[in-house]
């Protein structure tokens, strides 16, 4: 086996062992579906052998026996020239036969013997056996009443009688067969009666010897008919040389063709044309767009992450001057002098003291440095698109106009083409009414010739071999098979739409839908026991998590040598996914079983599922931080569980940007990674939440939390595009249950 080989087994391999268990699931979740399909396939085919009458078959047989030309045809004479059955002159005996009995009018002959109710005869359940049962005769009394209104013709056409609807049933269903190897000719019917059945078959048997010795009998004289067929041959080859001449003076093969191609194709130019003034209309807005952002963009921009905050040189020298003045102070009470010079000399510092801590109030702390510009990204991909849109516009423009030059050239083409129209319809007509006149001709010949030749056959004869067959015997329809049938294609319409449905789902309802998304099998985790890997939601005891934490460890890009902690984020996609519990339970896990320092900080506003628990969400948070009201460490607090920090948001407001898609946020996390090992940060919805993404550029891993059964497929999409696009690793997911319910903390867990 080659090595390209053994490269795509795996592949192909793997994709199976993704879809398996998807089929498996949707087979036990749509299962009421298939019992649906198999009963309603079962109930399809007891209706259709409930609708459908009983057949019955009966045969008879016609002997011919060959004539003299017949019996001298050179298989004949080649096999010693004895007349049996299985000579070669019954071969053209029959087919004599078969070509008289292919008459339309033999047909309307045996309906005049046997008589139009013996061939529309209705439909009598009733008449179906002897058995008087009760689930017979329920049966019987089902099949009156569907037959009721359909088994006799209610309206006939007035060009239609009945006798010729009788002709046409019966020359449809009546197969007349000639026999291998012998000169007989086998007449099969089959009607809802065997008696009925019998009658037709005896009534055509008949027929059939009369109809042979009239159409034997018949005289033609077809010289005349020759001459006139020779004439018409002349006019019709007249006719189609002068339109020939036309067309090709014209340069027209086909008008109808020619006519259609050239309306097609002006329709089509018209639609093309109406597209490129859309899409000029759509490209010159996007343009009018693009300039007007370009021109609201910097060229220049300030670095990110450039300016920092250092402390106030003149606040440092005002508070050591203020410090000064205080240990002069206190050196007054200590030095010489009277109690009167002592007085005035503290009163002199303190004044001095008061002004220096209200120019320190006036004065700030911390100053920020000035930040360095750098050309801007966003206005040259700006100017870029912008030229690209000019270049498309103007290709549009010029497209459009070739488009138009076309149209009316061919507009020419088809006024030119419908001024030559009247006389080439005439030309046309005329050379179609020769052909009509010449087939007619033509057809009349061919059948005098066929009577005369079948004159000179008239020692050939036939008789009835046996007359029809009586048999009881139904031979339709099978309704046990029907019901079977039935309920196999019932059956496979059902499993058909259950994997329609499974394979086009848009909802995440296994841990598989997230594997043929992109992730990575190591880092899906599924919570509530819906399959393996650790269960993401806090359980009664902590232990159960313990031995699932290696497992995610391994697909983290950590390294217990460096320095910096580790910022993982927690992305919830689509509708009841709760990246509080996520992260919770991995904080939880990392500080409680791996020993290791976590900050667990939420990027949302309001109460969150771990400051509830906690009861510390009326605490400061970040934002506080950021604004300069509160120190880092005074809004960070320390948990029940040792190694385990919470960091709430606090009170953000209705900010805009928002704070965390700002440069302040950013660095907030990196003074965390200095003093924790771990970062876990409780992230919004993208999609729901723009500044996420600003945050995802941020981290070093990112773990999606998707809800079973209520996440979307497309949002778990829209998140992994949102985190490569960003940077950050893309650690794997975490499948939570609906409407999660979770055990309180207990003391001490």
Not at 280 to 295: E, F, I, P, V
Not at 327 to 339: H, K, M, P, S
Not at 416 to 424: F, G, R, S, T
Not at 606 to 623: I, M, V
Request: aromatic residues 6%.
């Amino acid at each position: 086996m080659t090595s390209e080989s053994q490269n795509q087994e795996p592949a192909g391999s793997s994709t199976l062992a993704l879809l398996r268990p998807i089929v498996l699931a949707s087979l036990w979740r749509f299962r009421g579906l298939l019992a649906l399909g198999v009963v309603v396939g079962v109930a399809g085919g007891v209706f259709a052998g409930l609708v459908t009458p009983n057949q019955f078959k009966s045969m008879g047989k016609l002997f011919v026996r060959p004539g003299v030309r017949e019996s001298m045809a050179v298989d004949t004479m080649l096999s010693g020239g004895v007349l049996t059955s299985r000579s070669g002159g019954s071969r053209e005996a029959v087919q004599n036969v078969l070509q008289a009995l292919s008459d339309p009018d033999y047909y309307k002959a045996v309906v005049a013997k046997i008589g139009v109710d013996t061939v529309l005869a209705p439909y009598d359940p009733a008449k179906d056996g002897g058995d008087s049962s009760w689930h017979k005769s329920l049966f019987h009394s089902f099949q009156s009443w569907w037959f009721a209104g359909s088994s006799s013709v209610k309206t006939v056409p007035a060009a239609v009688s009945y006798d010729g609807i009788a002709a046409l049933a019966l020359q449809r269903i009546m197969l007349m067969v000639p026999e291998a190897g012998a000169s007989v000719v086998s007449f099969h019917y089959v009607s809802h009666s065997p008696e009925l059945a019998k009658a037709v078959v005896d009534g055509a048997l008949d027929v059939a010897i009369k109809w042979h010795q009239q159409t034997f009998e018949k005289l033609s004289s077809q010289q005349k008919l020759e001459a006139e067929l020779l004439n018409a041959e002349g006019e019709f080859a007249s006719a189609e040389a002068a339109l020939r001449k036309f067309r090709r003076e014209k340069g027209v093969d086909e008008y109808a063709s020619e006519h259609a191609r050239l309306v097609a194709y002006i329709a089509d130019l018209a639609k093309a044309i109406d597209k490129l003034d859309i899409e000029a209309q759509t490209c010159g807005a996007k343009l009018a767009s693009q300039k007007t952002r370009l021109d609201a963009l910097p060229k220049r921009h300030a670095t990110a992450g450039s300016q920092q905050w250092v402390d106030n040189p003149e606040h440092v020298a005002l508070a050591a001057s203020r410090n000064k003045l205080r240990d002069d102070l206190l050196a007054v009470d200590r030095g010489e002098g009277g109690a009167e010079e002592k007085r005035v000399r503290r009163l002199k510092f303190e004044d001095q003291i008061k002004d220096l801590e209200s120019r320190l109030g006036q004065v700030p702390a911390k100053i920020q440095t000035p930040p360095i510009e750098e050309p801007n990204p966003a206005y040259d991909d700006a100017e870029k698109a912008f030229a690209e849109l000019f270049v498309e516009l103007s290709g549009k423009t010029t497209e459009r106009a070739e488009t138009a030059a076309k149209r009316a050239a061919s507009r020419t083409q088809l006024d030119d083409l419908e001024a030559i129209a009247p006389k080439l319809r005439e030309l046309e007509e005329a050379q179609r009414q020769k052909r009509a006149l010449v087939d007619g001709l033509a057809s009349t010949v061919g059948n005098l010739r066929a009577v005369q030749r079948l004159e000179q056959l008239n020692v050939s004869s036939v008789g009835v071999l046996h007359q029809g067959t009586l048999d009881g015997i139904k031979i339709a329809p099978r309704r046990g098979l029907l019901v079977a049938v039935g309920a196999a294609l019932g059956l496979a319409a059902a499993l058909a739409l259950v994997v329609a449905l499974a394979l086009f789902d848009r909802r995440v309802r296994h841990r598989e839908d997230l594997l043929r998304l992109g992730l990575v099998d190591e880092g899906v985790l599924v919570s509530g026991g819906g399959g393996s890997g650790m269960p993401w939601m806090l359980p009664s005891s902590l232990a159960e998590i313990r031995d699932d934490i290696a497992r995610f460890w391994s697909a983290l890009p950590y390294e217990r040598r460096q320095t910096l902690g580790l910022r993982i984020g927690f992305v919830p996609c689509g509708e009841g996914a709760s990246a509080g519990r996520a992260a919770a339970a991995l904080a939880l896990g990392l500080a409680a079983h791996a020993g290791e320092k976590v900050c667990y900080v939420s990027a949302l506003e309001g109460p969150t599922w771990l400051g509830q628990r906690l009861g510390l969400d009326h605490q400061c948070g970040w934002s506080e931080v950021m604004r300069g009201e509160f120190q880092l460490a005074d809004a960070v607090v320390a948990t029940l569980v040792s190694g385990l920090h919470y960091l709430p948001a606090g009170k953000i407001g209705p900010v805009v940007p928002h704070p965390m898609a700002g440069p302040a946020f950013a660095a907030l996390l990196d003074r965390l990674v200095q003093m924790y090992r771990f970062v876990i940060v409780e992230l919004p919805d993208i999609g729901l939440r723009p500044e996420g993404r600003s945050v995802l550029g941020v981290i070093d891993g990112a773990q999606l939390v998707v809800c079973r059964m209520l996440g979307s497929k497309a949002s778990v999409r829209e998140a992994i595009a949102a985190v490569q696009n960003s940077g950050a690793r893309l650690l794997g997911g975490v499948l939570q249950p609906p409407a999660i319910t979770v055990a309180p903390l207990r003391d001490g867990e």
